[in-house]
């Protein structure tokens, strides 16, 4: 799919694996972190820009600004949006973590090629485009130029079959694909199947964007009814999508059975090859001091709609602090209203704005040396949410939640298994 749209992009009837394209590109994202006066990043300001109506600034990395540097590049990015006519813009307090707002407000369409400075741009892929991010000087470029290039990959498929058990969720997929299949360095990573059609647009979204950590180029997803019901909600937008020829030749090809799956967690500093059961690591009695429930991957609705589920009437273990981040204002909104917020902050949880802060390790959530956190956001490398002595285990937000509550890495399923699996979903 994602060759499809490469060719559709570059003016080229077909493409193939190691050609290198030039494209123009339907729409490219700029986060916050792009407008910090460095090197790397945007030293001078820009002058002219070739397609204003196809940028969008969405600030989300440092939100609200927690250092004057962080508020001097918010400052850029505002004025530059305003000199230079950017049609998209969230600055903060009305939008969220760049990557949700680009699936909540279909800034990005099926068959289109979206570019972004942020590595989980693949997260677009849910929705049929091919997303990547690039890097700071990239993404310059690009604005500045209205093109860029890429060289074609070469495509391994995922075919999902059966149904997720009762208290899985789209992270214990990934996890599962990470430990058994490991790095796809090198690839486009494709998902077709019947199983794929079980799993909701959240499940979907989380997968897709944490494919990134299995160092995948781009991410695609069919355009089936449920994301072509979605996209039509609120665009009239003219768009293409792609599908996957019946005799497309794939670099490899791998079925996961999504009845195999089980709660899971990645162990400190990796995930391919890293994962093991919940269940496993659960009678290790692994002490955690931080829980994080967030990001771009597990910031959903559907996330504190799980963790609010488990902790309700409960209360948080003495010794952790269990930090909750809404993917978006949206997200957060609605989390109010369902009454989830509330019964987090009852239990002893702190709902934070919406931000990459505790996940980037950049602000509100930074670990100290020593500690250890379970999350259910991107990334557990070492030095990823702070101090480079602390451990990252991570996992789904059923099992953060469940985590918080005892203090120790916890399998999630008796939890689980005490509510309704009207409830558990």
Same mark, same amino acid.
């Given at each position: 799919? +994602?060759?499809?749209? &490469?060719?559709? !992009?570059?003016?080229?009837?077909?493409?193939?694996?190691?050609?290198?394209?030039?494209?123009?590109?339907?729409?490219?994202?700029?986060?916050?972190?792009?407008?910090?006066?460095?090197?790397?990043?945007?030293?001078?300001?820009?002058?002219?820009?070739?397609?204003? *109506? =196809?940028?969008?600034?969405?600030?989300?990395? $440092?939100?609200?600004?927690?250092?004057?540097?962080?508020? @001097? %590049? !918010?400052?850029?990015?505002?004025?530059? @949006?305003?000199?230079?006519?950017?049609?998209?813009?969230?600055?903060?307090? /009305?939008?969220?973590?760049?990557?949700?707002?680009?699936? *909540?407000?279909?800034? $990005?369409?099926?068959?289109?090629?979206?570019?972004?400075?942020?590595? !989980?741009?693949?997260?677009?892929?849910?929705?049929?485009? +091919?997303?990547?991010?690039?890097?700071?000087?990239?993404?310059?470029?690009?604005?500045?130029?209205?093109?860029?290039?890429?060289?074609?990959?070469?495509?391994?498929?995922?075919?999902?079959?059966?149904?997720?058990?009762?208290?899985?969720?789209?992270?214990?997929?990934?996890?599962?694909?990470?430990?058994?299949?490991?790095?796809?360095?090198?690839?486009?990573? *494709?998902?077709?199947?019947?199983?794929?059609?079980?799993?909701? &647009?959240?499940?979907?979204?989380? &997968?897709?964007?944490?494919?990134?950590?299995?160092?995948?180029?781009?991410?695609?997803?069919?355009?089936?009814?449920?994301?072509?019901?979605?996209?039509?909600?609120?665009?009239?937008?003219?768009?293409?999508?792609?599908?996957?020829?019946?005799?497309?030749?794939?670099? +490899?090809?791998?079925?996961?059975? &999504?009845?195999?799956?089980?709660?899971?967690? %990645?162990?400190?500093?990796?995930?391919?090859?890293?994962? =093991?059961? $919940?269940?496993?690591?659960?009678?290790?009695?692994?002490?955690?001091?931080? $829980?994080?429930?967030?990001?771009?991957?597990?910031?959903?609705?559907?996330?504190?709609?799980?963790?609010?589920?488990?902790? =309700?009437?409960?209360?948080?273990?003495?010794?952790?602090?269990?930090?909750?981040?809404?993917?978006?204002?949206?997200?957060?909104?609605?989390?109010?209203?369902?009454?989830?917020?509330?019964?987090?902050?009852?239990?002893?949880?702190?709902?934070?704005?919406?931000?990459?802060?505790?996940?980037?390790?950049?602000?509100?959530?930074?670990?100290?040396?020593?500690?250890?956190?379970?999350?259910?956001?991107? /990334?557990?490398?070492?030095? =990823?949410?702070?101090?480079?002595?602390?451990?990252?285990?991570?996992?789904?937000?059923?099992?953060?939640?469940?985590?918080?509550?005892?203090?120790?890495?916890?399998?999630?399923?008796?939890?689980?298994? %005490?509510?309704?699996?009207?409830?558990?979903?």
């Amino acid at each position: 799919m +994602a060759h499809k749209v &490469l060719a559709a !992009h570059s003016g080229e009837r077909t493409v193939t694996p190691g050609q290198l394209v030039v494209t123009e590109v339907d729409l490219v994202v700029m986060a916050d972190s792009v407008f910090y006066k460095a090197a790397e990043r945007l030293p001078d300001d820009l002058l002219k820009v070739a397609h204003p *109506e =196809r940028v969008a600034v969405l600030l989300d990395h $440092a939100v609200p600004a927690p250092t004057v540097k962080a508020a @001097t %590049a !918010h400052k850029r990015a505002r004025e530059h @949006t305003e000199r230079l006519g950017f049609k998209y813009f969230s600055d903060v307090g /009305r939008g969220g973590i760049e990557h949700q707002i680009i699936l *909540e407000q279909r800034l $990005a369409l099926p068959g289109q090629l979206i570019a972004c400075n942020d590595s !989980h741009t693949s997260a677009a892929g849910v929705l049929n485009s +091919a997303a990547r991010g690039l890097g700071m000087a990239d993404i310059v470029q690009l604005v500045c130029t209205g093109r860029t290039w890429y060289k074609v990959s070469p495509t391994v498929l995922f075919r999902l079959e059966g149904r997720l058990p009762y208290g899985t969720y789209g992270k214990d997929v990934f996890l599962y694909i990470a430990q058994n299949f490991g790095s796809q360095e090198g690839h486009d990573v *494709e998902f077709a199947g019947d199983g794929l059609a079980t799993l909701s &647009l959240d499940d979907r979204a989380t &997968l897709s964007t944490m494919c990134t950590e299995l160092n995948a180029n781009f991410v695609m997803m069919p355009a089936d009814q449920l994301i072509l019901d979605y996209v039509s909600t609120v665009t009239d937008r003219p768009y293409t999508p792609v599908s996957s020829d019946p005799d497309a030749e794939y670099a +490899a090809v791998h079925t996961v059975d &999504l009845g195999q799956v089980r709660p899971s967690v %990645a162990l400190p500093d990796a995930m391919n090859g890293n994962v =093991r059961s $919940a269940a496993e690591v659960g009678d290790q009695r692994v002490r955690v001091d931080q $829980a994080f429930v967030g990001s771009c991957a597990n910031g959903k609705l559907s996330d504190i709609k799980i963790a609010a589920d488990i902790v =309700r009437g409960r209360r948080i273990a003495d010794h952790v602090r269990f930090l909750v981040t809404p993917a978006s204002q949206s997200v957060y909104l609605e989390a109010v209203k369902a009454g989830y917020v509330a019964t987090l902050v009852e239990a002893g949880a702190l709902v934070t704005t919406s931000t990459c802060g505790a996940c980037s390790g950049g602000h509100m959530g930074v670990l100290g040396p020593g500690e250890t956190c379970i999350t259910s956001s991107t /990334r557990n490398y070492r030095g =990823r949410m702070g101090s480079a002595d602390a451990r990252i285990y991570m996992g789904s937000s059923a099992t953060v939640a469940a985590s918080a509550l005892t203090g120790y890495v916890t399998d999630p399923m008796p939890y689980l298994e %005490a509510l309704s699996p009207a409830v558990a979903r």
